[in-house]
């Protein structure tokens, strides 16, 4: 059975330390249930009650589930291992003791903290990659992290490919799962950050299907995309102009999607998340919106 979540990125809550007000997460959970989602990720630490009884009791109480939490670290570079794998067991540790077991670790790289990529988003070329050495101590991070959340909690690890880091491309992706072991580690493939990133979803769905264990939907603009080429917008200025725009207005095809996870008898959560800057938008407009579209699919 797939069960539909949002995500608290939908309305701004970014771990990039943007400035900006957002909702607190009481209102921010609130809206999800009125919007008629039965999910939500983490969000930043530190948004939600990082006590687990006290997560339990604020989710509980609006009859949200917990399905994953975003975690991001920059992998590229050893030295920062250690302190992503101490970083991914205090917020496995916080939704394992909340009660959530089947939740995923969502494991990215620290985006938009390297400026050759977070400049180029949507337009990343070879050179703009890591040397093969770099892919190694990459994927090691990646698998060392997956591989203690495991030990320690039984949780498993997906790894989220971004815009603005270093896994963009449809061909970063599938080197990046080359890379990583299959049995620690799966893929949160994002509709719209693939689309963004050069690629289709449904052909990434039927190529990476063994390791798809999380799935983003997320809608992608092709005007604004165009617009950020003509005017190299960097990342964030894409995403301020609505490059992730509500599902069903963009270019990602979600009914076929849809057709391709159902043939694959997926059965986990489907996250919606519609990006935000700070401040920005009507999130809860947008997550109604959103949920209609997923009900007129049928999800």
């Known amino acids: 059975m ?4 949002n995500a608290p990125c939908s309305w701004g809550v970014l771990e990039f330390g943007l400035e900006g007000k957002t909702a607190g997460y009481s ?16 969000g930043d630490w530190g948004f939600m009650p990082p006590v687990p009884h006290e997560l339990s009791k604020a989710l509980s109480a609006r009859n949200l ?3 994953g939490a975003f975690v991001p670290v920059a992998l590229s570079n050893a030295k920062n291992h250690l ?3 101490a970083n991914a067991l205090k917020i496995a540790g916080l939704m394992f003791y909340a009660g959530y077991k089947d939740a995923r670790i969502v494991l990215a790289d620290d985006n938009g903290t390297v400026d050759t990529r977070t400049k180029n988003a949507g337009r990343i070329t070879r050179d703009m990659g890591l040397s093969e050495n770099e892919w190694k101590v990459f994927a090691e991070g990646a698998n060392q992290i997956a591989f203690a959340v495991k030990e320690a909690f039984g949780l498993k690890t997906v790894f989220h490919h971004h815009c603005a880091g270093y896994v963009e491309t449809p061909d970063e992706v599938e080197k990046f799962l080359k890379y990583t072991d299959p049995s620690l580690i799966g893929l949160c493939l994002d509709t719209g950050h693939y689309q963004f990133g050069g690629g289709q979803p449904v052909e990434a769905l039927k190529q990476f299907k063994d390791r798809i264990w999380h799935v983003h939907f997320k809608d992608y603009s092709p005007e604004v995309g165009k617009l950020s080429k003509e005017n190299n917008w960097d990342y964030f200025e894409s995403v301020r102009n609505g490059i992730f725009c509500e599902l069903g207005k963009g270019a990602v095809d979600f009914k076929a999607v849809l057709k391709e996870l159902n043939n694959q008898q997926y059965e986990g959560w489907i996250v919606v998340e519609q990006d935000v800057l700070p401040g920005m938008g009507n999130p809860l407009s947008c997550a109604k919106a959103n ?3 997923l009900k007129s699919i049928g999800l």
């Open 83 to 85: 302190t992503g794998i």
């Open 65 to 67: 589930e917990l399905p």
């Open 27 to 42: 209102q921010v959970m609130d809206e999800m249930k009125e919007a008629g989602y039965t999910g939500t990720e983490l």
């Open 2 to 5: 797939i069960k539909i979540a």
């Open 291 to 293: 949920r209609s579209y």
